[in-house]
Structures are given as structure tokens and as C-alpha cells.
């Protein structure tokens, strides 16, 4: 089960209570990381923890939750999911709401249904826009004297060399890891976009151009038509023909 963070920011402690116990024992998988009562103390936890969703008092003892979205937008490349809670039910802050595709907008005192409507929406929003989230990630691999930064997109293959990785990216380019490939497998793999092909390939099923089961190669293709021919294991053949037929 997938466990979203969650930030609450609400200045009146009933309300807040409130909303974490709800959370708590309707919606285990929202985990709340923290919650703060103004805006200067949300900003500093939102950006040290960066969580997946916001839950927003709007108006606020020192300003309103608006202003600190716009503040958080200068300095994040990309805003969690929003859900506000207000006891107002004013429009005018609903239509500036829009401005940050805000995922909800509940009147306080929030009830369990409306809750869970906004859990789910979030959920759905989070499932659509996934994909893309995974290719804006950054993965850091240690190479000679230097740390490499890479998107998963920018990865084609990576392959095992002994106790070390060739890694190879999109603009054809082979980098050397030196980090054996059963320490890199478990940051990339959970990103869905990369499967183990056999003891010695991670592969990025993107990038997979046609199967050779007779050969035992992977032929990738990258974005700039470069092509790449992976010999790979009668059993790792297997494994890229059954996630290119899912």
C-alpha cells in the first residue's frame, strides 16, 4: 500500500486534532509528517520535508495559506497536492484556489465523507500524473571522484561489470558506477519504469525496440534513434517478452 506524507497547516488546535484523528483511523496510508499553526513554520517544514499532500486552513493567524503557496511556488518545482479546509464557504477564495489546482475544498468542521472524497480524488490525480512524476526524479550514482545525477528518462540500460556498473544513457554516452547492481536495482525498480533482465541488465522497458528470443538480445532504441544491442540471458529474454506483452 502506497503511503502519501501529509502536511497539515491549521492555526486552531481543534481543528487540527480533529483532522489528524480522522486521518489516522479512516486513512491509514496518509501519514501525517507534521502539522504547523502559521505559515512561516509551514514553509520551513514544506520545504525540508517535501510532502506528497497539503491539507490548508485558508485563512491563517498571520496570513492566509494563498500567499504561502505562492511562496512555496518560487521555491519548489512542483507543488504537493492541495486540499483546503475552511469554515467559510467564501468564493472568492475558491476562485483564487483554482490558480494552484487544488484537489478540494472542505467546510469546516470536515466530515469522514467528504474527507475520503478528497483522499480519493487526490489518489486518482496521483495515479494519472505518476508517470511523469517518476521522470522528473533524480537518481545519484557514484563514478570516479564524482557524484552522477541522472532522471530515470535519461537512463537506457545499466550493466553489471564485476563489482562495478556500466551505466548507459540516453544521449549515448556510457558512464562507469561504482556500486555493484544489486545496490542500484533497488532505487530504480521501484519507479516502474525499469525491469531486471536476467543477472547482469536493468533496462529501461521504455526504450525496448524489439526482443531477438533466438539471439538472446534486446535491441533499445533511444530518443535520439541511437541504437543499442543488449545480449542478455535465455531467462532475462523470458522476462522482457512477458513485460512488453503486459
Not at 496510508?29 to 512561516?40: F, L, N, P, Q, R
Not at 494519472?128 to 564524482?146: A, D, I, M, P, R
Request: glycine share 4%.
Amino acid at each position: 500500500m502506497k503511503t502519501y506524507r501529509a502536511i497539515i497547516v491549521e492555526d486552531e488546535m481543534l481543528p487540527r486534532l480533529s483532522l489528524i484523528q480522522k486521518l489516522n483511523e479512516y486513512h491509514p496510508d496518509i501519514e501525517v509528517v507534521d502539522s504547523c499553526g502559521d505559515t512561516v513554520s509551514a514553509m520551513e517544514m514544506i520545504l525540508k520535508i517535501k510532502p506528497d499532500v497539503l491539507f490548508l486552513d485558508i485563512r491563517l493567524s498571520d496570513n492566509d495559506s494563498l500567499w504561502l503557496l505562492e511562496q512555496l511556488q518560487t521555491s519548489m518545482e512542483e507543488l504537493p497536492y492541495v486540499i483546503f479546509t475552511t469554515a467559510y464557504n467564501d468564493s472568492g477564495y475558491m476562485l483564487k484556489a483554482l490558480r494552484f489546482q487544488a484537489v478540494d475544498y472542505l467546510l469546516k468542521p470536515v466530515s469522514i465523507v467528504d474527507l475520503a472524497k478528497a483522499i480519493t480524488r487526490m489518489k486518482d490525480k496521483a495515479r494519472k500524473t505518476g508517470g511523469e512524476k517518476v521522470l522528473e526524479q533524480t537518481y545519484s550514482f557514484h563514478t570516479f571522484n564524482s557524484t552522477l545525477i541522472l532522471k530515470a528518462d535519461d537512463i537506457v540500460y545499466i550493466e553489471a561489470d564485476g563489482n562495478y556498473c556500466k551505466l548507459f544513457t540516453a544521449k549515448y554516452s556510457e558512464e562507469p558506477v561504482f556500486e555493484r547492481l544489486g545496490d542500484v536495482e533497488p532505487r530504480l525498480l521501484p519507479a516502474g519504469l525499469f525491469v531486471r533482465a536476467g543477472k547482469r541488465h536493468l533496462i529501461n522497458r521504455k526504450y525496448i525496440y524489439k526482443i531477438n528470443a533466438k539471439q538472446h538480445v534486446c535491441i533499445l532504441k533511444s530518443l535520439t534513434d541511437k541504437f543499442y544491442n543488449v545480449n542478455v540471458s535465455a531467462n532475462g529474454i523470458t522476462v522482457l517478452q512477458e513485460t512488453v506483452s503486459t
